[in-house]
């Protein structure tokens, strides 16, 4: 019924600052990898909202002429994960609607469990859904809410909602930032100049030298508008749940996520794996990019040299066209090469923080005892 | 008169292999490092010559669609280098002409210095150019010359050519390589099955599991067709002079280039700048990625740890839009980021292998000085 | 609040053909004249609807490939008229929506005058609009009705809405065909088969072979499904009111509209005026292309030669680049030239039935004045 | 070898006005009818020649970005005819290269009869083809010419050519103007301001209200620059020899054509048509549009009233896409509909100039047929 979960996109927000489109391009210039399907942002000026979005990466899609149409002083953005299924233009988000209320747009990272039953409930009552995205359900709650305010109807509208959400909402003169009660997924609060910044993480301060305040906490919600911000707690209290990928995978090493900084932690996993499970070797060998702070802590930790035996090529597109002769283990081939010089007639410990099924280490294993086993580069003649 | 250099072309060819254009995509696609501003391919089935050339990447310019449009046994590619000034379409290599022999498609690595002069002779015979490219001389030299066989012509043709070249050629039924005497910039010899490439690195054999045979040697030309690889050296001999810059900055570090190992070299290289001038820190630190191989080389020799102080995004694209309110030394920041908690209170020796003026360095060196001198992550309320 | 009438669409549905969309996509083909800023087709499979709409002309945007990707048995389709104002995408009908019932495409011409009053009404009750076309009311009228089937539901919806409607509404299973109780639009009921066809003109059934039964009348509204078609008259009667500019200007002259001939009415116009205004004159030409049937017309009944005095250009584009340097009454030159052989020296009748403030009127005058003026073609020397 | 026959295109050139390029966009818009396929303009500023050039009608291609990147005083335009065959961009007109003489484009109207004769003779001598169309020996003949002006060259290039032209060629600081000695294709002469202008036709002149001047005529070359027109006879007189396709088919009504007015030469066709097979009949009507001026002459002569008995569509795409349960004469249909009312119980007259092989004349008959026998609008129940 809906689309796969995304849990991996990236949200990022502005209130205050004359160049809030522009701000919120360059934190999801700096959020991109956390989806690369395609990319949005929704302005106001005060009066009305205004919207680009497209399929895409935010270098792609973003021009001069588009950040233009994006007058205003807050602003909110959203990269989305490329999933199978449903990946079509109705989908991308930030969501902009009209409403009873004025215009109200929505980016969500997360995954709402039970999405599925309240959209059937929503529809017997006449709402129209425009999207296949579980995050539709929340602007049709707060459409089909009695209560006065948006802000009451916010909160009427997830007290229904079961699952993870780190939530920006824009109307036309305010910026909400929520946190599901458990803080599933991360959310961060910045400051650059007077304007506030909410972003997914930290990286994204940091590329707009905006100075980090705090996280937001575990079903806090904050309202940031011409007073300033305004933090309240309007969920019943959960246990905290922080998804462990954030930390292992999905964040960029030089962000601070839930506290800590993601590269020390990375790198203490490695230094963690070499007490847990020491081999003897000659060196340490990362599947780069993300494997590279793991291995370089079991390797400081293990006393055995580091290289990097393995390139990356970094002008990988989304397909590539296989010949129809095959070629051995291809598809690891095509992002990545070793270095034969450094891993030949080595003992070899090669670390990666990405194993899904184990079908790609297969072949990056088979890779490397090749190079290990080569002669210099062998001759034919 | 002409372009500016483009000594940073990749070229890739392959004769003798039913499924040619799609193995020249892969090569280009491994090559792509050497030139991002376009990429061609031009095929022959035996008859006719067929080509497919755009402005953009590999990956983005090459479907399914487009390498089905190259049929035949063998095939040219050329990734070509950005340049400002005249980066038009009609400068996309291959150059594909139909003259008095039939059809003739060129791939051309390197840079003529003498085509400015040998342009204005050409055109007082009648010569009409269709490019701004100084390869372009080579083709209206082979169609002016008065000898009988293609090879005979190209002889004669490149005995006016002064520079530097590694050139592919392809005509209906012959693929040839030729390297100018002093073998300025690489070009290997590689075999897949029957199939013999020919390729500016090593790392594209890598990709399509070809074997590496040897370098061209400077001044030979082979000429591959039904019958094999026929080699010959047609041109006065000249002292050899390679590139140093395929080792230092140019060259992927898996590949081998003029014999080597470029990795290898890097390493080498840091560990000889470590030998040169030590100094006392905490932490040696590479600029990413091309810097790796140095620092590490660096930190090895010195015996000082090895650590990513810096995150590079490898998502930036080609252009950028800054905001109208500055952000202090922004050109960098988009593309890297420090790790505030890898540097904060440590002296660091940061190693940079690709320093042009120096204006970027100064930005990084600040970044990085702004980090150590970081407390834990900056709190404001 | 809601896009400029839109009274000139042309609308099209076909129920129980294999090639449903190929003859929507040709009945949309004929009904051109109608509206040139989008148009777009849906056809239903049985089990799920397929939408396919674009900005710009049927013949643009219909590519085989298109038609492919809008499988099943019966369809409805919509010619936009070009407005000023909203011309956006997601004003392009018809308007395809999921909702409790299933999907329902919608296709509408005419003017829904209490639009306004509606949509706020809705939107109180959580209803979130999607477009900014009036025609957008009545589905959500129809998704908030109480009632149980989409046939009650619909008539429940109509109920409420005043003004113009000519509507196709397409389900899962069934092509819906509506005329308000005045007829103000025109609808007629064709049959090609066994299938049964829905369409604004005649001239829509002549293109696909299909027999002429009727048109729907006023305030009826036709079912039609698996069992047939199934007429019935829900609403209150009211005064019949066909809108005249139909004879006079939009439909095309071949079709039969409100039960007559659009040729012969307008040849019958021109004998009226004749009747009415007679003057001396050497000859009679009309404005082309609609002028011509009312110039015949009034020649025959003066008993005046007719000619064929004005060319029109029907390569004419939407955008136009006027030179800064003007050019005497220059918009109407791009289309209209005179034939100064057929006019000098004459007095000269000019029949012109598409006169809106006669701005144009007083350009062409003008025109044919100087041609009528003229001595052979002017020579200069 | 050559690419077929488009002796249908227009050339427009124009020197010595500020928007000349902007005129010559007007001037190719109003000899669209003479090709469809393509169409390009090159304009020169006295120091470059600046070139625009794309697949399409005019008004699509030429947007207000493009003219203004086509600066300067004179311009040379050219409408290409749809053939099957090489309809690709390397072939769009003008022709603009640059050669010892500095820039040179050229826009051809004709076809050159001993192209391929010429091609291998150039190909010998080292010249390297762009292009398939015959128009490019013409260049390459100036290319090799070993006379010192362009002018002599020309003059030197055009005596070894057979076949039909009517040439504009544009060099940095001259427009060029040649008709081939037998007058084959229609060339003009105007004058707008103090500007010249070359056109195919005169209703160019007249949307730009230029003054027609006079023909150009057969085996004159015109060169205009600022010295104002000079005119010579450089070839070998030959008989007249004007293709009869321009007054039948080609040219608009509204043009004078060798000397005389299209639409009047049309409609005495009509009226010679009359006195030569005269028949009893109820009504002439025409094929529209190119039909209406030889009906309405023969409707004179033969003293039987004209009727407009088709309807033709005028947005009609290049691309159609049948259903494939095939439908009655049906590629007729969509550009031609029968008037039932004007037809019904009549015998009738119908004048066609536009009969090629006579297969859609054969369906237009049964058309007529169908209506003239049909009662009123046929009634199915």
């Known amino acids: 019924m809906f689309d796969k979960f995304h849990e991996e996109c990236g949200v990022f927000g502005v209130y205050g600052h ?34 680009q979005k497209e399929m895409g990466l935010v270098a792609d899609i973003f021009t001069e002429d588009r950040i233009n149409k994006l007058p205003g002083h807050a602003a909110i953005g959203h990269n989305r994960y490329s999933t199978t299924g449903d990946s079509i233009s109705i989908n991308i988000q930030p969501l902009l609607v009209n409403f009873a209320l004025g215009g109200l747009a929505l980016a969500h990272n997360g995954n709402i469990v039970n999405a599925g039953l309240l959209k059937a409930e929503l529809e017997a009552y006449g709402s129209i859904f425009q999207s296949t995205m579980d995050s539709e359900v929340v602007i049709h709650l707060i459409a089909q809410s009695r209560l006065a305010t948006l802000h009451e109807r916010i909160v009427d509208a997830l007290q229904h909602v079961q699952g993870s959400y780190s939530l920006l909402l ?10 599901d009660p458990h803080g599933f997924r991360p959310l ?56 462990v990928f954030e930390f292992i995978y999905f ?34 060998i990362p599947v780069p990019d993300s494997g590279v702070p793991a291995a370089l802590g079991y390797a400081e930790e293990a006393g055995i040299p580091f290289d990097l035996g393995i390139i990356r090529n970094h002008y990988v597109g989304r397909t590539f066209i296989e010949p129809r002769q095959n070629i051995r283990h291809f598809g690891v081939k095509v992002k990545l090469n070793p270095v034969k010089d450094a ?16 079908t790609t280490s297969k072949k990056i294993i088979k890779m490397i005892r090749n190079a290990a086993a080569s002669e210099v580069q062998k001759r034919v003649s």
Request: glycine share 10%; with cysteine.
């Open 343 to 358: 891993l030949k007639g080595k003992r070899v410990i090669v670390v990666d923080d990405s194993i899904v099924r184990g």
């Open 18 to 51: 004359p160049d809030a489109a522009n701000l919120t391009y360059l934190g999801l210039y700096s959020l991109q990898h956390r989806g690369q399907e395609s990319a949005g942002i929704v302005s106001t000026d005060g009066k009305k909202l205004h919207c």
């Open 170 to 179: 824009l109307s036309e003169d305010q910026l909400i930032g929520i946190r």
């Open 188 to 243: 961060v609060l910045g400051k650059v100049g007077e304007a506030y910044v909410l972003a997914s993480e930290t990286c994204a301060l940091d590329l707009i030298d905006a100075d980090y305040i705090r996280e937001i906490e575990p079903g806090e919600m904050v309202v940031i508008n011409g007073k300033g911000v305004a933090s309240s707690f309007p969920f019943k209290k959960a246990e905290p749940s922080h998804c």
């Open 251 to 284: 964040a960029r090493p030089d962000s601070v996520v839930f506290g800590q900084n993601v590269y020390s932690i990375r790198k203490e996993f490695g230094r963690q794996l070499a007490r847990e499970s020491k081999v003897a070797a000659d060196v340490v």
